[in-house]
C-alpha cells in the first residue's frame, strides 16, 4: 500500500540519516558553503580529537611492550595526512559546488589526494616498514572522527 500524498510529503522532508542543513544559514550558494566548512572544522576537530586519543591508547600498549613506538608513530603519521587529506578534497567538493567546476583547486583536489597518498605509503614502505599497519590503521581516522562528530550533534540536538 503506497503512503498518502501528504505521508510521502512527510517523508521526503524527515532525513533523520542526511544533510541536516542549518535553518538559520542563508539559502545561497554562499551560506551552505559557509555551513559545510564550518561542520568540515567540527570534523576536523573530531578527527584530531581521536587521532590523539586513539595514539596515546596504542602508545600506551607499544610501551607495555617494550618495543619502541612503530604503531604509534604510524599512526599518527596516517591520521594527520588523514585529516590534510580530507581538507584536499572537501576543499576540490566545495569549488564543485561553488561552480568552479575545472579550476586547478578542483584538479588539485583529485590528483593531490591520490599524490600524497600513494606517495606517503610508498616512502613508508621503503624507510619506515614497522610503521605500515599503524599508517594504515591511521587512515582512518576521519571515520572514527565522524562517529564521535555525530554523537556530539545528536546530543546537542536532544
Not at 126 to 149: D, E, M, N
Request: proline share 3%; hydrophobic share 50%.
Amino acid at each position: 500500500m503506497s503512503p498518502r500524498p501528504e505521508e510521502e510529503a512527510q517523508l521526503e522532508t524527515d532525513d533523520d540519516w542526511g544533510w541536516h542543513e542549518d535553518p538559520t544559514a542563508e539559502k545561497t550558494v554562499d551560506g551552505k558553503l559557509n555551513q559545510m566548512g564550518r561542520e568540515l572544522r567540527q570534523l576536523t576537530a573530531a578527527s584530531l580529537v581521536a587521532t590523539l586519543i586513539v595514539a596515546a591508547a596504542v602508545g600506551v600498549v607499544e610501551h607495555l611492550q617494550g618495543n619502541g613506538f612503530p604503531n604509534t608513530c604510524g599512526f599518527v603519521v596516517g591520521g594527520v595526512l588523514a585529516i590534510v587529506n580530507l581538507w584536499i578534497l572537501a576543499g576540490g567538493y566545495f569549488a564543485l559546488i561553488d561552480r568552479r567546476a575545472l579550476t586547478l583547486r578542483v584538479l588539485l583536489a583529485a590528483l593531490g589526494s591520490l599524490v600524497v597518498l600513494l606517495g606517503a605509503g610508498l616512502y613508508l614502505l621503503a624507510a619506515h616498514r614497522s610503521w605500515t599497519v599503524g599508517f594504515a590503521t591511521g587512515l582512518t581516522i576521519p571515520a572514527l572522527g565522524g562517529i564521535l562528530h555525530a554523537f556530539r550533534r545528536a546530543r546537542e540536538e536532544s
